[in-house]
């Protein structure tokens, strides 16, 4: 089993639509959790930290549910300049290295 | 805002050369890290170091090493390179060696070996 695995992709929406993906991780000690984005050829970059009582930023809402080792990423109003692949990512132990999850491709019609 | 700079974007190399990729970071990090990409296969974690001189393996160490002899510098070096090594090679830093904390990238270095 991966150590975080993340829905399949791609996922192919029109614009407005609202999107949720979902990811879940093995390691029960782990305690960060985040969502980045990576454009084409491009570094990933953090979107944004998941916070055990779920947080939201805009259009962006993630959740956390510890028992079911489960992360989700709700995406309200899609935007075209929303394609892009989305990251899972968890600690892997109290030191700095992270977990990537392969990622999850959305792209966003007009 | 946090800075990662990689010294260069793309590179052209030919097999058995020593290649040596460098990272900076601007913020004081102790963590730094570095991963290579590749279609299918995600982000893979090649070294990263904790403290300057100090070093661990990642997942994929073989044919790659590391330097770190000053805080805000993390060099990767392919000792004798090989076609294999064609990737995306990402450098990352991030804050506290306990902390949880998210990592920051720098552009990435597409490098191709003939």
């Known amino acids: 089993r991966k150590e975080v695995e993340q829905d399949p992709g791609p996922f192919n929406v029109p614009e407005g639509a609202t999107v949720a993906f979902n990811c879940t991780y093995s390691?029960?000690?782990?305690?960060?959790f985040f969502w980045y984005r990576q454009d084409c050829r491009k570094e990933p970059k953090l979107l944004m930290s998941?916070?055990?009582s779920g947080n939201e930023d805009g259009r962006f809402t993630a959740q956390l549910n510890r028992a079911s080792q489960y992360i989700s990423l709700l995406i309200r109003d899609s935007k075209l300049s929303d394609s892009a692949t989305y990251l899972c990512v968890v600690n892997y132990n109290q030191g700095g290295k992270l977990i990537f999850g392969q990622g999850t491709e959305l792209s966003v019609k007009p | 805002d946090v800075k990662v700079t990689q010294s260069s974007r793309y590179l052209v190399k030919r097999t058995g050369e020593k290649v040596f990729l460098e990272c900076v970071q601007d913020?004081?990090?102790?963590?730094m890290f570095w991963y290579r990409q590749d279609p299918g296969l995600g982000l893979r974690l090649i070294y990263f170091?904790?403290?300057?001189?100090?070093?661990e393996k990642g997942d994929i160490p073989e044919g790659y090493s590391v330097s770190r002899e000053k805080k805000e510098r993390f060099s990767l070096i392919l000792e004798s390179a090989s076609t294999n090594q064609t990737s995306m090679y990402l450098c990352?830093?991030?804050?506290?060696?306990?902390?949880?904390?998210?990592?920051?990238f720098g552009d990435g270095t597409r490098l191709s070996i003939l």
């Open positions: 913020m004081d990090h102790e963590n």
């Open positions: 990352a830093s991030s804050f506290q060696p306990r902390g949880n904390q998210p990592q920051h």
């Open positions: 170091s904790y403290d300057v001189k100090m070093k």
């Open positions: 390691n029960s000690a782990s305690q960060s």
């Open positions: 998941v916070y055990s």
